[in-house]
């Protein structure tokens, strides 16, 4: 066998072991540990693989875990979710238990144990009263990180985003990191956990308030993530809180979950019942702006088919102002929503960005749901220098239409500019993931007069240019 055909059959075992999927360009990585691993064992590289896939291998799946594992984290990251923690769910939750008087919280992919700590500290900050029962599960596949987890020493660069007075309240200083204090270690207990494999007792139908999952399910395969999400809602108390990261989406609407918005964070609720396993679910990365319900909109008169077709004809032509009079002059009414996109595109073509701007924002104030109007309104804010806003507005499309290959790319880009290149990369990948299906009329519309093949050929060089593992 090829050294290509080895390193995809030790991606599938990967794959089948452990539930984890890899990109195109982790092939260099993969083949340099199967390299490494087999020459460990003194066994040919064949020879490795046919032993690693015969029979449980117990030490040396541990050992792959440590090896490919990515465990960057700190305490309280991302502190627009923490606020939405404790200031909307925890709250609600701890209402909700007031005749227990108990809040149980779960970490997944705790990695070192940052965020199941942090989990504990705002737990017992929403409940201060002695008597409230506080219990924090922090799961991971990685032995090695869960040892430093259970240590909890950290350094001072994992307490960067820590405000003043927790670090005060909840740390001590101990041989120049950080250690913390016993009353939070006592509410979390940690345990290994590989989630691509059922676990009857940790995942038991309707024990947890709130669940942490971020920034993980990109790194699995569908049909694993599909079981995790089923597992984690069922496992949520009806009016649970499931957490997710900027990575991972749901979409809008996944069975037995509502979405909710706080905090400029997006999160989700549990509604009650049991959940089937529904498709697979994809990856896509948290948003920062709520949607709006719709307002009853003024009578709308369409135009036909064949008159929107010729105007996106003209667009693709750059025709800009012919492609305007044809939607705008013969109908004096408010167009319905797909062609006050299109005039909005148009608008923006032709350096009208103000008025673009005003159109999308209406479009959005209609049905905050729509994620091509926050397409449109994060391209409009993006050359209007009102950048910070614009990866909002991506990040809003993304989230809202997992398959929407372009706001993705546009993430993946800004984040390069900004010299963030791990970020850059994960978007660049999942955007080069959707771009073959990308729906045609959004290439038109969204597209920057680049072609379905011309875009590819942007992102891949933007993510070979990263030169960064996810």
């Excluded at 350096?351 to 209609?366: H, M, N, P, T, Y």
């Excluded at 994060?378 to 990040?395: F, H, K, M, P, T």
Aim: charged share 25%.
């Amino acid at each position: 066998m090829s050294s290509a055909g080895e390193t995809a059959r030790f991606r599938d075992l990967l794959a089948r072991r452990l539930g984890w999927t890899f990109a195109d360009n982790d092939a260099r990585p993969l083949s340099d540990l199967l390299r490494d691993r087999a020459a460990q064992h003194g066994m040919s590289r064949g020879d490795y693989l046919d032993r690693l896939g015969a029979r449980p291998w117990e030490a040396e799946v541990n050992e792959l875990i440590e090896r490919i594992s990515i465990t960057e984290t700190y305490f309280f990251r991302h502190g627009e979710q923490f606020a939405a923690l404790r200031n909307e769910a925890l709250p609600d939750r701890a209402n909700a238990r007031s005749a227990q008087r108990t809040l149980r919280l779960l970490s997944v992919a705790c990695s070192s144990g940052e965020e199941a700590y942090s989990l504990a500290i705002a737990a017992r900050q929403t409940r201060l009263d002695p008597d409230w029962l506080i219990n924090v599960v922090g799961v991971d596949a990685n032995p090695a990180v869960l040892r430093r987890a259970e240590k909890a020493s950290y350094s001072t660069w994992s307490l960067r985003e820590t405000p003043d007075d927790i670090r005060r309240r909840w740390f001590r200083s101990a041989d120049g990191g950080y250690k913390v204090v016993d009353d939070i270690r006592r509410l979390v207990r940690f345990q290994r956990t590989n989630v691509a494999e059922p676990d009857p007792v940790l995942w038991q139908p309707e024990q947890y308030d709130i669940i942490f999952c971020r920034n993980l399910l990109m790194y699995l395969t569908p049909d694993v993530v599909s079981s995790l999400v089923q597992r984690m809602t069922n496992a949520l108390v009806p009016g649970g809180y499931l957490f997710l990261g900027h990575t991972d989406s749901l979409g809008s609407a996944p069975a037995g979950l509502e979405l909710r918005h706080s905090h400029h964070t997006f999160f989700y609720r549990r509604t009650g019942g049991p959940v089937r396993r529904t498709a697979p679910a994809q990856t896509q990365t948290e948003p920062v702006a709520a949607p709006r319900a719709a307002p009853a909109a003024p009578p709308t008169a369409a135009i036909d088919d064949n008159t929107y077709n010729r105007a996106l004809d003209l667009l693709r032509q750059e025709q800009f102002r012919a492609a305007l009079d044809l939607i705008t002059s013969p109908h004096p009414e408010p167009l319905p929503p797909r062609e006050r996109l299109l005039h909005g595109v148009l608008l923006a073509q032709s350096g009208r960005l103000d008025e673009a701007i005003v159109l999308a924002r209406k479009l959005s104030d209609e049905n905050g749901l729509n994620p091509d109007a926050h397409q449109l309104l994060g391209l409009c804010l993006e050359d209007g220098s009102a950048v910070a806003e614009a990866i909002g507005q991506y990040r809003l499309a993304a989230y809202l239409d997992p398959s929407f290959a372009l706001p993705r790319m546009r993430l993946g880009q800004l984040a390069r500019r900004q010299g963030d290149d791990r970020t850059a990369a994960g978007e660049l990948e999942r955007a080069l993931d959707l771009l073959s299906q990308e729906d045609e009329q959004r290439i038109t519309l969204f597209g920057g007069g680049f072609g379905r093949i011309a875009l590819t050929v942007v992102c891949r060089s933007e993510l070979d240019a990263c030169g960064v593992r996810r």
